[in-house]
């Protein structure tokens, strides 16, 4: 089977997305690169088509699949590119009817019956982590073996009703899952977002999957349950990355990169046994409570040279609501120490909390100047599906929209 995925172009004009200018990101779509690699192993071919890095237009869309056929087209979806997924999905259908349409991503995890039900021309969709879904289920689409046993998934019956089987348990060997297959991509054309990186090119890792916290923004796509990929298999990624694409630099993308400080440890010692940290730099995301002084001294030797955190607001009150679970000195400590460590810092904050009252916004604005890190980002606090924060604005009638044209972060960014 001749399997296409594909990512939609996110700067349509009319979207937050364009507003990014020059100083957004053009990340290189991993999620379908995981995919890519499974199906490659399981002998299919695969193709993906990265609109937004390729800055595809509709009419090119159509162009190409008017040129190419395939047996599967997967289109994933974002809440943020819902609107785009649905015009590359409308597409599909009217230039490539013959194709079975799979969706996948975030929106379609938590929300699969909506999701299926207003686009009937979706045929499947794969619910939570799609390596193992994705093959099964073509399997049983090649083979025509019965949809209810396959986990994690949604499709329709003989009646037309939309069917949803049991979650798929989470991978908990992430080290089975194969490396994501670059090769499928324009990688020259990558880059992160302009604070993330120093030096070109820059790509993407992920070294972990699940987080244990309970922060009520957060819609946990990969589940409470924290895995991460061995040593051995990271390293490998970044030699690839530094012998196939010329990397300069790796940003862990991980949301919560230190949670595991000794394995942390054990990975920045193997960087410098490798002599990787004299080849490529690092930067990397993490909370402010999962840091120590002794580990960002062992960061900062093996190439760590930025740390991003989420620090949310400059109020305890509203931490409190959003459980963020940490306290403004926890705050004040880790950007003292990184910036003692010699390792840049970047401080990401959200405005417009729940309940919050300008005092406290103007009390968060002093309190990013107080850390003065060496770039801080404010968003807007927008309440996604699947989160508590969503489900409290609906429940108090502070949800004022179900637009999904509307659901992005990215207010503050512009191209002047």
């Known amino acids: 089977m001749k399997v296409l995925l594909i990512a939609p172009f996110l700067s349509s004009k009319d979207t937050g997305w364009a507003r990014l200018g020059k100083i957004g990101p053009k990340s290189e779509p991993l999620n379908l690169a995981y995919l890519g690699a499974a199906l490659k192993q399981h002998n299919y071919q695969v193709k993906i088509l990265d609109c937004e890095a390729l800055q595809y237009t509709q009419t090119e869309v159509e162009q190409y699949l008017g040129e190419n056929s395939y047996d ?72 025509k073996r019965p949809l209810p046993g396959i986990k994690g998934i949604a499709y329709r019956n003989n009646e037309n009703e939309v069917v949803i089987t049991p979650p798929r348990e989470f991978i908990s060997d992430l080290d089975m899952v ?68 010329g990397a300069k630099e790796i940003l862990f993308r991980d949301d919560t990169f230190t949670i595991d400080k000794k394995f942390i440890n054990q990975l920045c010692r193997r960087i410098i046994e490798e002599d990787l940290h004299r080849k490529i730099r690092w930067s990397c ?81 002093q309190f990013a100047k107080e850390l003065d890190a060496h770039w801080t980002q404010f968003t807007i606090t927008t309440p996604y599906p699947g989160t508590e924060l969503y489900y409290i604005a609906k429940e108090h009638g502070e949800l004022k929209s179900i637009d999904w044209k509307r659901y992005y972060t990215w207010a503050g960014f512009t191209n002047q």
Not at 208 to 219: F, I, K, L
Request: hydrophobic fraction near 35%.
């Open 178 to 245: 194969p490396i994501p297959d670059r090769s499928l991509l324009p990688m020259e054309i990558y880059r992160p977002s302009i604070s993330y990186y120093e030096k070109l090119p820059a790509y993407i890792i992920l070294t972990a999957r699940g987080c244990p916290y309970r922060c009520t923004y957060c819609s946990k796509i990969f589940g409470n349950h924290y895995r991460h990929h061995s040593v051995d298999r990271i390293v490998k990624e970044m030699k690839i990355l530094i012998e196939q694409y």
């Open 72 to 143: 599967v087209i997967g289109v994933t979806m974002l809440t943020p590119t819902y609107p785009q997924a649905l015009e590359v999905i409308k597409t599909v259908k009217r230039v490539a009817s013959q194709s079975v349409l799979i969706v996948g991503g975030a929106h379609p995890t938590i929300l699969p019956k909506e999701t299926m039900e207003h686009n009937p021309e979706i045929d499947y969709a794969v619910i939570g982590e799609g390596e193992i879904t994705i093959i099964e289920l073509l399997e049983g689409i090649e083979h």
């Open 285 to 365: 995301m993490t909370r402010v409570n999962l840091i120590q002084q002794d580990l960002l001294k062992t960061m900062k030797k093996a190439g760590c040279w930025g740390i991003h955190y989420g620090v949310e607001s400059g109020s305890q009150r509203l931490l409190d609501i959003i459980r963020k679970g940490i306290t403004l000195d926890q705050v004040r400590d880790a950007f003292r120490w990184t910036k003692e460590a010699k390792i840049k810092s970047r401080a990401f904050f959200m405005l417009g909390l729940p309940t919050e009252t300008p005092a406290e916004s103007e009390q968060t604005i």
